[in-house]
Each structure stands twice: as C-alpha cells, then as structure tokens.
C-alpha cells in the first residue's frame, strides 16, 4: 500500500463521517474490552457501525463492539470507538491504527485509551484502575514502520511524553476529589494473543512494567505522531500469569472490566470537561 493511498483512506473514511454528523468531536475515547458500556452516556449520539465507514475493518473479539458514537459526553463533544483491532487478530500495524488516525482527523486535540490488563505490580489487585504514565512496546513492531507519511507527522517522533502530563494530572485530580483510588504506572503492550507465561511476567517486572496487554500501543504511537495529546486508563482485570493459583480466562477478564465500568466511566465523565481547550489542561 503505498504512502498516498493510506493518507487518501483516511481523508475518504473522515469525510464520510462528516456526511453523518455536524458535531465536532474535541475529544476521542476508545473503549477496551467490556468498557463499551461508557457509551450508554452519550447524548445526540449519531451511532455509525464500522461496517458503514470506508476502509474500517470489523473486530472479531468477544466484548468488542464495532461501532463509532459522535455526540457530547457530559457536555463535551467526543468520538468514542467501541472495539478496536489488535495486532494478534492478523491485521497490519497501518490496520490497527487506521481508526485512529480517522478519529484524529475529525479535529480530536485529546485521546484517551482505555484497556484491560492484567497486574503485573504485585501490589495491583484485579479491579483496580490504573492511569499509564509510559508504555513498554514490545510488540516486536511500529505503526510507523515504512516509509513516513510526512502529512501525519514527523519521521521521528518523540515519545518522551506520550502519556501528555497535564491529561494525567486532570485525571488524577478527578480521581482525588471522588475519592476514586487508582494506582499510576508503564503499560507493556504484547502481541498476544496468548497470556504470559509466569518467566515472562517476571521479566515483564524487570524491566519496570506495572501492567500488560495486547492494545494500547499502536495507537498512542499513531496519535503521538500526529500531534495529539494521550491519556491512557487500564482497568486491572487480573493479576498476571503466576501471581495468582487461577488460571487467566478471557471470562475474567470481560468480567471484572465490566464490573469496573461504573468506576471508569464516573472518572472519565468527570475529567472530560478538565481535558478541553478551555480547561486547565494545555497542549
Ligand atoms: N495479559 C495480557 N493481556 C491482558 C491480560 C493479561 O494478563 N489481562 C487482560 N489483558
């Protein structure tokens, strides 16, 4: 696929949507595995299945929906992605961006990330809600590997913030004054789609991970280069393999996600407003 060919999918997928809704998304949310529920909160939503947007894929996993919601959350206008594609399904790294990048062409200046993970901090439990402050990529791969498009951004990004301190601090803020406990650390994205082996868990801790999964990355990557801020949210679904007698189950991990939805969603209703251009939080 050549350079101009992606840059012309993305201009084609944004202005389709375009053609569906007025409303200026400021903010976009991708929803992780059993999190899609944050989307019961969006009023005027206009509901656009992928299936309707060009060049938009379908996600295969259980507890991913596949469907973009535009409308205002607690007043700000937002664009939510309710499923998202991963590495491990088979799709290419420009793939698994791509609704990324269309987001972020609708004119978002924020996005923030949510996923499952499982605990790899020993004092993590599952259920807990942690705010990514730096990832580990570890996918053996780069959404901007190839030739750069240089209308996105630059050939080297920097990432030495690519979870924007300002967006970390509102949601921390947010969290303190509802008496929400969180805990903060590094993300380690993996290909999967198996779960870790307990050496790999320990290796993981090694190398100063808190938290692992099989998403995230890719697209902070993709919205770290094209300028856009990024805030990153995992909910604890499980303590990683070896720091629990259980087996890990994909159940458990819908489950316990589901059930720190309500939780999620307060935090992230509540800090939005702090996120806009006219919040506290600047660029
Ligand atoms: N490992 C990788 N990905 C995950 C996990 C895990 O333990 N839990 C939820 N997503």
């Given at each position: 696929?050549?350079?101009?060919?992606?840059?012309?999918?993305?201009?084609?997928?944004?202005?389709?949507?375009?053609?569906?809704?007025?409303?200026?998304?400021?903010?976009?949310?991708?929803?992780?595995?059993?999190?899609?529920?944050?989307?019961?909160?969006?009023?005027?939503?206009?509901?656009?299945?992928?299936?309707?947007?060009?060049?938009?894929?379908?996600?295969?996993?259980?507890?991913?929906?596949?469907?973009?919601?535009?409308?205002?959350?607690?007043?700000?206008?937002?664009?939510?992605?309710?499923?998202?594609?991963?590495?491990?399904?088979?799709?290419?790294?420009?793939?698994?961006?791509?609704?990324?990048?269309?987001?972020?062409?609708?004119?978002?200046?924020?996005?923030?990330?949510?996923?499952?993970?499982?605990?790899?901090?020993?004092?993590?439990?599952?259920?807990?809600?942690?705010?990514?402050?730096?990832?580990?990529?570890?996918?053996?791969?780069?959404?901007?590997?190839?030739?750069?498009?240089?209308?996105?951004?630059?050939?080297?990004?920097?990432?030495?913030?690519?979870?924007?301190?300002?967006?970390?601090?509102?949601?921390?803020?947010?969290?303190?004054?509802?008496?929400?406990?969180?805990?903060?650390?590094?993300?380690?994205?993996?290909?999967?789609?198996?779960?870790?082996?307990?050496?790999?868990?320990?290796?993981?801790?090694?190398?100063?991970?808190?938290?692992?999964?099989?998403?995230?990355?890719?697209?902070?990557?993709?919205?770290?280069?094209?300028?856009?801020?990024?805030?990153?949210?995992?909910?604890?679904?499980?303590?990683?393999?070896?720091?629990?007698?259980?087996?890990?189950?994909?159940?458990?991990?819908?489950?316990?996600?589901a059930q720190?939805?309500?939780?999620?969603?307060?935090?992230?209703?509540s800090t939005?407003?702090?996120?806009?251009?006219?919040?506290?939080?600047?660029?």
């Amino acid at each position: 696929m050549s350079q101009m060919n992606i840059y012309k999918k993305i201009k084609e997928a944004v202005e389709s949507i375009q053609k569906q809704t007025q409303l200026q998304p400021e903010i976009g949310l991708i929803l992780g595995s059993g999190l899609g529920p944050i989307a019961e909160h969006v009023t005027d939503a206009t509901t656009i299945s992928y299936s309707q947007i060009p060049h938009f894929h379908n996600p295969s996993v259980e507890g991913h929906a596949g469907k973009m919601i535009i409308g205002k959350m607690n007043q700000v206008p937002v664009v939510l992605l309710q499923g998202r594609f991963h590495l491990y399904e088979g799709h290419s790294m420009e793939d698994v961006v791509f609704p990324t990048r269309t987001i972020c062409g609708l004119g978002i200046h924020t996005l923030v990330l949510t996923n499952a993970a499982g605990g790899v901090n020993t004092r993590f439990r599952p259920g807990d809600i942690m705010f990514i402050e730096d990832h580990l990529n570890l996918m053996g791969d780069n959404p901007l590997k190839g030739p750069n498009l240089s209308q996105l951004g630059p050939r080297f990004p920097d990432l030495s913030e690519a979870y924007h301190r300002g967006c970390l601090d509102a949601f921390k803020k947010t969290a303190e004054e509802l008496k929400i406990s969180f805990q903060t650390g590094t993300y380690a994205g993996l290909l999967g789609p198996t779960y870790e082996t307990p050496a790999e868990v320990r290796m993981l801790r090694t190398l100063g991970a808190d938290a692992v999964g099989m998403s995230t990355v890719p697209e902070s990557i993709a919205a770290n280069h094209l300028g856009v801020r990024v805030a990153g949210l995992s909910c604890i679904t499980n303590l990683a393999a070896g720091l629990s007698p259980h087996k890990l189950s994909h159940q458990e991990v819908i489950d316990t996600s589901a059930q720190t939805a309500d939780q999620m969603k307060t935090l992230i209703l509540s800090t939005l407003p702090k996120l806009t251009h006219k919040g506290p939080v600047k660029a």
